[in-house]
């Protein structure tokens, strides 16, 4: 299997430093409630929604080329299983029908394995972006791959309310240079075609949030973490501008 490493991803310099985090809090325990759907909602102004857009984040270097499917968890990896669903909306929250929604992650690490300090743990094995298929080869759900597919990859089309699932495994940490990275997802959305959003999609009760930098550039700004309950159904409304 062609692992690719994932060390110094350009633009995802973290410098934050700082004592190990715990290992129990990135087992997919219990995380804060699932919100609601509307989480974007910000206000209402004589009866109009208004939904605070998804912040931008970088792409990273590993773009998305997976196939069209819901459910990303198909290499019989051990893990920690979550569900992700949310409405694609526009700034007036009206729903998007038929949008795009791109998912990508590096790979999983077994529940319990984490990284025992914040720099390079050789007892942990990072997580990694992968291209475990060629183009001509079927993959376990058995789609035909037209060109190579690397593993966690994914993409769903909005529905007529907005709405897009998918179902995976946590992924792991990987080192970004001398530090690991907080668990995070990859999405972007398209319409007819057009990127409208790049973003990163993070978990609330991740141990490596606040030592990651990407992380920490995105909080300021907006909404940065999903709402996940203790069954691992994980909810997050990406609101396109323009
Ligand atoms: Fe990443």
Redesign the pocket.
């Known amino acids: 299997m062609g692992l690719l490493g994932?060390a110094a991803?350009p633009g995802c310099t973290s410098t934050n430093d700082g004592p190990s985090p715990s290992q129990d809090a990135a087992t997919g325990g219990p995380s804060q409630d699932a919100g609601s759907l509307a989480d974007a909602t910000v206000a209402s102004d004589a009866g109009e929604q208004q939904c605070e857009p998804t912040v931008a984040q970088a792409e990273?270097p590993?773009g998305q080329d997976g196939l069209q499917r819901s459910n990303l968890n198909l290499y019989g990896h051990t893990g920690v299983p979550f569900s992700l669903a949310g409405r694609v909306l526009d700034e007036a929250c009206r729903p998007l029908l038929g949008a795009q929604v791109l998912l990508w992650?590096?790979s999983p690490s077994p529940p319990g394995a984490v990284p025992r300090t914040l720099t390079e743990d050789r007892d942990y094995t990072a997580a990694v972006?992968d291209h475990p298929l060629e183009a001509g080869q079927v993959t376990p759900d058995g789609q035909s791959v037209p060109t190579a597919e690397r593993m966690y990859y994914g993409w769903m089309r909005s529905d007529a309310e907005g709405r897009y699932r998918f179902e995976s495994l946590r992924p792991g940490w990987y080192l970004n240079g001398s530090t690991y990275?907080a668990s995070?997802l990859?999405v972007q959305v398209l319409v007819d075609g057009a990127v409208r959003l790049t973003s990163?999609i993070y978990f609330p009760d991740d141990p490596f949030n606040d030592r990651d930098g990407i992380f920490l550039d995105c909080t300021p700004t907006g909404r940065c973490t999903m709402a996940i309950n203790a069954q691992g159904e994980g909810t997050y409304d990406l609101v396109l501008t323009g």
Do not use: E
């Open positions: 994932v991803l990273g590993f992650h590096a972006y990275r995070h990859h990163q």
